[in-house]
């Protein structure tokens, strides 16, 4: 098995930036950690911005918010939390971490009992990030990212966040599609992106455009705005496309709690014990260590006892899969493959898999993908920066076409059996924007019908895996839906009809589109008298 190292790191610039500089700023959002990265419009490298004093490293922030017990409405952010020591205890829960997970969720699990939102912990955190660092440099664009699983609901609290921002374009993209940019394979490739987050996983398959004589998008993605290139006018935006994807909403956080409520039973998993239950998982993914060698880390219980976290990377392995995490990934991979394959994809066209995330680390994981994947090479880029650098890589020389994850139906009237049926207008792994419309023809389901009613749903996922938590500890269940789809939203567009239908008769043709923004349009005719119908937007799926 081939093992390449992709040494990023050497490429990003530790230099001095100032307020006169222009360019673009990546932000990727994690459980953890949050990667800031700055690219100059006329530099080849990108930069880790240092952020004193809510940095940890260059371009690397802690993702804690902390309400302070002192001042009213004052918050602190990132490293000074953690130099004050104040994420051991959390006093009177005003401390928000993990909160990326539950931004866009339906429901909130009393596992998270911040009495900060989820929503105001990333705004805070992102404000926060965007107050200190346009101090610094002019941002012309900002790009941010987004998981998978949660990207309609996310990209409008995102949007949202950043709508007071001074700045001229923001630009969204999903975490798996900007890992592939940032993994530095080569135009014309064809890759799997594994994205094992704190709070998420996410999987898809990207194909990357040029080679074989083809326009290479990569070497001009590190010019932006076009300020520095020639024939600016001629130039045609290449495409990265996503072939097929998936997601689900567990991760390296999880795989804390489990550690610690395997080890301490009877312990409440406080932060000190999950912080350190953390330290025991990265020690145990040295794959230099043994299997069978039994690593100890000291914690202080509520009682102020000593006690110790004793675990063996054979013991944390026996674990993982007890708890169901690679049959999850399993489930991923399957429907990643089956969404890829309607767009003509086969597994023996992958190039490279590409691991991206704190969790990648884990020898496991990767072991396992490699069984699945047989012999196909692993890239293995700097796992916390490779996002925010593909980011930055994604604008703004490269349109990225997209496919959807869940796809999207209509609740129509059959004449043949005389019944509503849910009618599939666009398939998971169908790319948008689309290219041409899709027509369908309605007819009135009753006598005297005033209006036809548009109903948009999203089909579930046979088999697939959800997130529960059972006294506060994630678990994952497989799932058998009966109702195979579900409402996208509330909202329903009524269309009226002028003469009324009459049962069975065709009244209407409508013509359904996505566009850029992911938004479902819809046009169409009444076929009885050719009267236009408006134009209307049933909002965004995914």
């Known amino acids: 098995m081939e093992n390449k190292k992709i040494h990023q790191l050497e490429n990003i610039k530790q230099t001095e930036i ?36 809510i940095s940890r490293c260059l371009g690397e922030i802690p993702s804690l918010v902390c309400e302070s017990l002192e001042k009213e409405e004052y918050y602190l952010v990132g490293q000074e939390i953690l130099d004050l020591n104040l994420i051991h205890e959390g006093k009177d829960n005003n401390l928000s971490q993990d909160f990326k997970r539950w931004i866009g969720s339906p429901e909130i699990d009393p596992i998270y009992d911040s009495k900060i939102s989820p929503e105001k912990a990333g705004e805070i955190l992102i404000h926060n990030i965007w107050e200190k660092v346009s101090a610094k440099v002019n941002v012309k664009r900002l790009v941010l990212t987004a998981p998978v699983d ?30 592939a940019m940032g993994a530095g394979l080569a135009p014309g490739s064809t890759l799997l992106v594994l994205d094992f987050g704190g709070s998420t996983i996410d ?56 550690i610690a409520n395997h080890l301490l039973p009877d312990e409440k998993p406080t932060n000190n014990i999950l912080s350190i239950a953390e330290e025991l998982k990265c020690d145990l993914s040295n794959v230099n260590i043994k299997e069978t060698l039994v690593i100890s880390k000291k914690i202080i219980t509520h009682q102020d006892e000593k ?24 489930n991923l991979f399957t429907q990643t493959i089956n969404s890829a394959k309607r767009n003509s994809f086969e597994l023996k066209d992958l190039d490279s898999i590409v691991l991206v995330g704190g969790g990648s680390q884990i020898p496991l994981i990767k072991n396992y993908l490699c069984d699945l994947c047989n012999s196909i090479p692993f890239l293995t880029p700097p796992p916390i920066e490779a996002i925010a650098l593909g980011a930055l890589r994604l604008t703004p020389g490269v349109k990225v076409k997209d496919v959807l994850n869940k796809g999207v139906s209509l609740r129509c009237w059959n004449k043949k059996n005389e019944k509503h049926i849910w009618h599939p207008l666009f398939l998971a792994g169908q790319p948008w924007p689309t290219n041409k419309p899709l027509e369908i023809i309605l007819a009135a389901s009753v006598n005297n019908q005033l209006c036809i009613d548009l109903v948009i749903g999203e089909p579930e996922e046979e088999g697939s895996h959800e997130i529960t938590y059972i006294d506060g500890l994630p678990t994952l269940k497989r799932t058998e839906s009966k109702d195979k789809i579900k409402k996208i939203n509330n909202i329903i567009i009524s269309i009226p009809l002028d003469p009324p239908g009459e049962i069975g008769q065709d009244c209407i043709k409508l013509d359904f589109n996505i566009n850029d923004n992911r938004q479902l349009e819809i046009a169409g005719i009444d076929l009885r008298n050719n009267t236009a119908i408006t134009s209307q937007n049933l909002g965004e799926i995914r």
Do not use: H
């Not at 309609?152 to 798996?176: G, H, M, Q």
């Not at 675990?311 to 399993?330: F, R």
């Open 203 to 258: 999987m898809s398959i990207v194909a990357l455009e040029g080679g074989e004589g083809k326009a290479s998008p990569i070497a001009q993605l590190v010019r932006f705005d076009g300020n520095n290139l020639e024939g600016k006018s001629t130039q045609v935006l290449r495409t990265a496309k996503v072939l097929g994807k998936a997601g689900v909403r567990i991760g390296g956080k999880d795989i804390d709690r489990w």
């Open 307 to 330: 006690k110790f976290l004793r675990l063996s990377k054979k013991g944390l392995e026996n674990l993982l899969v007890d708890k169901g995490l690679l049959e999850s990934i399993k």
């Open 18 to 53: 100032n307020t006169n500089d222009f360019g673009t700023l990546a932000i990727d959002l994690g459980s953890s950690t949050t990667v800031v990265v700055f690219q100059k419009e006329n530099e080849e490298s990108p930069e880790l911005l240092d952020l004193p004093p």
């Open 150 to 179: 949660t990207y309609r609901e996310y990209r409008t609290w995102i949007v949202n966040v950043c709508k007071s921002f001074k700045v001229k374009e923001i630009a969204l993209v999903d975490e798996p599609t900007a890992a």
